[in-house]
Structure formats: C-alpha cells, structure tokens
C-alpha cells in the first residue's frame, strides 16, 4: 500500500461511524482501541468516545465515556487493549441515584 493510500486509510478510519456497544447487565466487549476522539453533542457539551475492534471478530463499536469509564479514558490510547463489563444498574450509597456500572481493564501497546 502507498504512503498516500495509507494516509487514505487512516483518515477514513477517523471519520467512521461505528455502532454503539448497548450492553445489558453481564455483556462483555474485549478488543483493541481503534479510534478515539471527542465528540460534540447537539446541545453544545462535548464526550469522549472509543471505537473497539472486538476481539471476536465483530464488527467495531462506539463506547462512550461515563463517570465509571473516565479513569480508563484517562488512560486509554489507539492500539492498546481493553476489556469492559457492563454489571447493569446500580444504586449509588451516597447518593442514592442509579447508574450504570462497569469492570474494566487494560492492557498498553508495547
């Protein structure tokens, strides 16, 4: 492949648009970190996003950040590894509101 192909490449993978991971309580999503970027929503706010190629052979899928995944979005980069469990709802003990809860781990690109 050329230079300029790869270029190509790499700039459609940019500008993707994947599916987003909707997990219901126990769903696994395991894969390398293809895309990350930061996405402004319709009324002005702004979240991150990252694009997971499924280790499984599926097809990528968008996760969107949450409070629960902002420790690993810190941390995150293109090419690292990650694994996310969606636990379901849960009820926070001080604050008493539900939210999604999640198990994560990572692993760096060497």
Known sequence: MSEI???LERMAKEQAIYPDWEP???DV???EVINRKTV????GTTNEIIVVLPEDGGEPRTVWESVVLKKLFAEVKIGDRIGIKYLGMQMGKKT???YKNYIWTLKKKE
């Open 5 to 7: 192909e790869e270029e």
């Open 24 to 26: 219901k309580a126990g």
């Open 29 to 31: 999503i395991a894969g």
């Open 40 to 43: 402004e929503r319709a009324d």
């Open 96 to 98: 008493k509101r539900e």
